[in-house]
């Protein structure tokens, strides 16, 4: 069992930036492939990164590419996500994912969820 608990969100202005962090319970972090993603009420959620066990091997969505940048420290269990350049549409709760094994770009595939952060850029 995995428990994931996300913090850093808030209220930014366009063009700022923020880094969320996602905090991991477990001994075994480093074999959980970890993913970023974001939800806009009624739409579905929404791949923006993934990152890999050992951390060297990332994905980036078109939407976030070049802006944002997911890193991860096993020694801490905590995954992070870096993001530049906000903009209006940025605005979501944002959730941090682990999967056992890969990374995968599909939300099902994702065996464990915390609880969301809101992040909210004003224009």
């Known amino acids: 069992q995995v428990q994931l608990v996300e913090s850093g969100g808030g209220l930014v202005q366009a063009g700022g930036s923020l880094r969320l962090s996602c905090a991991a319970s477990?001994?075994?972090?480093?074999?959980?492939?970890m993913g970023w993603f974001r939800q806009v009420p009624g739409k579905e959620r929404a791949l923006l990164s993934t990152i890999s066990g050992s951390g060297g091997t990332t994905y980036y969505a078109d939407s976030v590419k070049g802006r944002f940048l997911i890193s991860r420290d096993n020694a801490k269990n905590t995954v992070y996500l870096q993001m530049n350049s906000l903009k209006p549409e940025d605005t979501a709760v944002y959730f941090c994912?682990?999967?056992?094994?890969?990374?995968?770009?599909?939300?099902?595939?994702?065996?464990?969820w915390g609880q969301g952060t809101q992040v909210t850029v004003s224009s």
């Open positions: 477990g001994r075994t972090f480093s074999s959980y492939a």
């Open positions: 994912a682990a999967r056992s094994g890969t990374a995968h770009d599909l939300a099902r595939a994702y065996e464990y």
